[in-house]
C-alpha cells in the first residue's frame, strides 16, 4: 500500500467525460489499496475564460480579485472530480486550497507556498476516502485566496506530495514521458525512461512544457519521486525523474533540446562598470516581480560595460520601462531590446565529464549558418540565444548532431 | 452618512457592462459619503449551468461538491464588481461567505444563517472601502461551503444588514417594487409605495417572485428597512417594506393578489383519527428536507380523517414515495395526489378589520365557474387551490374584485 498523488492538468479534465476517465483511473489505485490525494488544475479554457472576463471590466485586473476570480477554476473540478468519484462508488471528498489549508505569501497572481496543513488530509486518506485538491491555489495569512501563477497545480502536487510525504507524485498529462525535445519540431524525437532532477529542471524552465519549474525545484528539494504520465494511455511507466544520475548506466552526453520561443532579451550598453550595477539593474526588474532568465555581463573597457539579461516576451515592454528609469540613475548610455529572439539549449549531465561538447555545439550551427546572440553555460547545459526564425532549425540540427535520434 | 446593504440579483450583473453600471451606481452612493456593502448573486444562468454540469457526471449530485461547485458562480461576480469599482476610482474588496465569515449550519444546499462576523467588513467600511460580498453562500464550522438555495442573495443581503445594523437593505432587481399582482397576468397591477413585512411575507411565500421569503422572515425579526428597486432606472423610491402598517392611512383591505403555479398537493385518506398523525406525516416529509407550504386536516368521521398538504412541484414524487411508507405505519387507506394546481391567495393587513373578505372572494371566483379545491386561511390572507388552468382568471378576478385595478 502506498500515498500516491496525481496531478492532473486541464486537457485531463476538460469535459465531463474525461473528468469520469480520470475518476476510473482514481478508482483503480483507490481497489488496489493505495492512498490517493488527487490535483486537479481548472478544466482547459476556463482559466482564460475568466481572465478575458476580468479583462473585460479592467484592462490591468487587481491581482487580490483576479485571485478570486481565477480560483474558481478548480474548485469547480475538484467538485465535478469527487461527484465522479462518488457516482462510482469510491468515497471522495474535495479540498479548495484554503479548505486543505496551503498557506502561501500574499504575492497575487505568483504567490509561493509557505506551508501545507496535512491533517484534514490525513484524517480523510485514513478512512478509505480519496482526497481531491484544487491545484493552483492557496490562502494567505489574512484568508485572501492566492494563487500560484500558470502551471501551479504541478507545485501544488509537488507540494502535497511532500507534506504528506506520498511514495510518489504522478503528474499526468497530455504526453507520455519527456522527450528529447519537442516531438512537434522533431519528430525523431525519444521518449525518456529516466531524467535527472537536474537535467529536468533545465528542460523545464527552458521551455519544455511538460513541467513547470518550480514544481521540479519543489520535488528535487524535499526528495519526491516524480513521475510524469500521459492520462489518456492506460500502459506505459512515463519518465521517471530520478534524485541521482544511474552510475550503471551509459550516461548520454546529452539528454535533450530544450527550447523556449517565449523571451525577450535587454541590454544596456555604457554602465559605469562598478560594485553593485546587477543589482540595482535586476532589483527594480525583481521588485516588479519580472523573472530573469538569462544574465549576461561580458568584461567591460573604457570604465563601461554592457548588461543582458531575457525576460518572458509578456514582460518585455514592463521591463523595458523599468530600465529607462535605471539608466538614468546609473548614467548608462543606451537601453536596447529585442523581443524576436528564442533560446535553444542543450542539457546533459553527462556534459560534466566530456568536454568539446560546447564547440560541438557551435559548430553544428555554424555550419547552417545560424548566427549566435547570446551564449551562456551551466554544469549541464549550454544555451544559445537565436533570432526566433531559426529555432525549428537550430533544434533539428543539434538533436540530430548529439546522436539524440537514434 | 448611512450605511447601507445594496442587494443585486443575477440579471442585474448579467454581463460585464451591467457590472460597470451596478459600480456606477455604487459609485454615486459612495460619493455621497454613505457607507456601501454590496451582495451580489452570480451572473444569470451562471448558476444553473454549474448545476447541469455536475448532473452531467452524477444524476442526483453529492450536496456538499454541488455547494462546492455553485458557490464559484457568485466567486466570480463579487470579483468583477470589485474590479469595475476600483476601475472607476472606488476602492472595494471582495469577500466570499468564508471570507466574511457567515457562519452557517451543514445543511447543504438549503443552508441556514447561524451567525455573521461583522468585524473584516466594518473595518474596511470605516477605511472608506466598499464592501463586496458574496450572497448565496457560507461555511460551516467544518469550513465547508454552504449554499443557502435558490434565492439566498436576498437573504444574505438582509442577514447582513441585520449584522452591520444597516439603516436600509435595498434588494435591487428587474422590477421597479413590489406590484399588487404580477403585471404579466394583471396589466393593470399597480406599484405599492409600502407593504407591511406580514403582508410581504404571504406574498412572497405565495410566489410572489420579488423577495425570497427567508430574507422578509430575516428583515421582520431584525427589523431591517427594506427596500424593493430596480436596477435598471436611476429614478424611482421602490417599495418600503414597513415594520407597521400606517394607522394614519386608509387602509385598503387588500393589499394584493399572490399565486403560486409551482404547487402541487398530496392527500393522506382514511388516517386513523388519532393524536400525534400529523407529526408522523411531516416529520418525514421534514426529514427529507421537503417544504410543506398549506396544511389541511379537517374533522374526521367513522375513526377516520383525511390529511392534506402543499408542496413544491418539484418536490412532488420524492413526497409521495415518502407517504407511500408512512401509510403502512399509520394504516391509512390511500394517497391521492395532484401536482396540476395552482395556489393563489388575497393577502392584506386590511382584513383584521373588515369581516365579509373570504365570502367576496368565494362569490367572485363562483361567478366564474371555478371551483375551489382547498381554502386555508391566516389572519391577513385567504388563500384558494384551484386547478391550475384557471389562474390567469382567477387572478384577474379577485385584482378587479377588491379594486385593486383604480
Known amino acids: 500500500m502506498a500515498l500516491i498523488v496525481q496531478k492532473y492538468g486541464g ?12 475518476a476510473k483511473r482514481v478508482a483503480k489505485f483507490h481497489a488496489q489499496g493505495h492512498q490517493v490525494v488527487v490535483v486537479v488544475s481548472a478544466m482547459s479554457g476556463e482559466t482564460n475564460k475568466l481572465i478575458a472576463l476580468a479583462k473585460e471590466i479592467q484592462a ?23 461527484m465522479a468519484l462518488k457516482a462510482i462508488g469510491v468515497p471522495a471528498r474535495s479540498y479548495t486550497g484554503g479548505q486543505v489549508k496551503v498557506l ?34 492557496g490562502v494567505d495569512a489574512n484568508g485572501n485566496i ?33 522527450y528529447t525535445t519537442d516531438p ?9 525512461d529516466t531524467i535527472t532532477f537536474e537535467e529536468m529542471l533545465e528542460m523545464a524552465s527552458l521551455g519544455s512544457k511538460v513541467l513547470q519549474i518550480r514544481s521540479v525545484e519543489f520535488a528535487g528539494k524535499y526528495k519526491v519521486k516524480l513521475r510524469v504520465l ?48 546587477a543589482y540595482q539593474i535586476l532589483g527594480a526588474i525583481a521588485d516588479a516581480n519580472i523573472d ?28 523595458q520601462a523599468i530600465l529607462e528609469t535605471v539608466k538614468a540613475t546609473l548614467g548608462a548610455r543606451e537601453i536596447t531590446g529585442d523581443n524576436k529572439i528564442c533560446k535553444v539549449s542543450a542539457v546533459g549531465v553527462g556534459m560534466r565529464s566530456h568536454p568539446g561538447v560546447a564547440s560541438k555545439m557551435f559548430k553544428a550551427l555554424a555550419d547552417e549558418g545560424i548566427n549566435i546572440q547570446m551564449i ?24 540530430r548532431t548529439f546522436g539524440l535520434d537514434q
Chains 1, 2 share one sequence.
Not at 486537457?11 to 480520470?22: F, Q
Not at 535533450?256 to 555604457?270: H, P, Q, S, V, Y
Open 60 to 82: 490591468n485586473p487587481d491581482p487580490r480579485e483576479l485571485d478570486q476570480i481565477c480560483s474558481t477554476g478548480e474548485q469547480v473540478t475538484i467538485g465535478l472530480l469527487s
Open 292 to 319: 530573469v532568465d538569462m544574465i549576461i555581463q561580458n568584461v567591460g573597457h573604457d570604465g563601461t560595460t554592457d548588461f543582458s539579461f531575457t525576460v518572458n516576451r509578456g514582460d518585455f515592454a514592463k521591463a
Open 146 to 178: 492566492t494563487t500560484l501563477g500558470r502551471g501551479g497545480s504541478d507545485t501544488s502536487g509537488v507540494a502535497l506530495a511532500a507534506a504528506l510525504k506520498a511514495d510518489e507524485c504522478q503528474i499526468y498529462t497530455d504526453v507520455d514521458g519527456v
Open 104 to 137: 502561501t505569501d500574499s504575492t497575487f497572481t505568483k504567490a509561493r507556498i509557505l506551508s501545507i496543513d496535512e491533517s484534514n488530509m490525513r484524517a480523510d486518506l485514513d478512512a478509505g476516502k480519496v482526497v481531491v485538491v484544487a491545484g493552483f491555489q
Open 11 to 22: 486537457t485531463s479534465v476538460g469535459n465531463p467525460e474525461r473528468i469520469k476517465n480520470v
Open 230 to 277: 500521459s492520462s489518456f494511455q492506460d500502459e506505459g511507466e512515463g519518465t521517471l525523474i530520478t534524485v541521482e544520475e544511474d552510475k550503471n548506466m551509459e550516461q548520454p552526453i546529452i539528454s535533450g533540446i530544450a527550447f523556449n520561443r517565449d523571451e525577450a532579451k535587454l541590454t544596456m550598453l555604457g554602465v559605469p562598470d562598478t560594485p553593485g550595477i
Open 184 to 192: 512537434r519540431v522533431v519528430p525523431e524525437a525519444k521518449k525518456l
Open 376 to 399: 551562456s553555460t551551466s554544469e549541464i547545459k549550454i544555451s544559445v540565444v537565436l533570432d526566433e526564425k531559426y529555432l525549428e532549425l537550430a533544434v533539428r540540427v543539434l538533436h
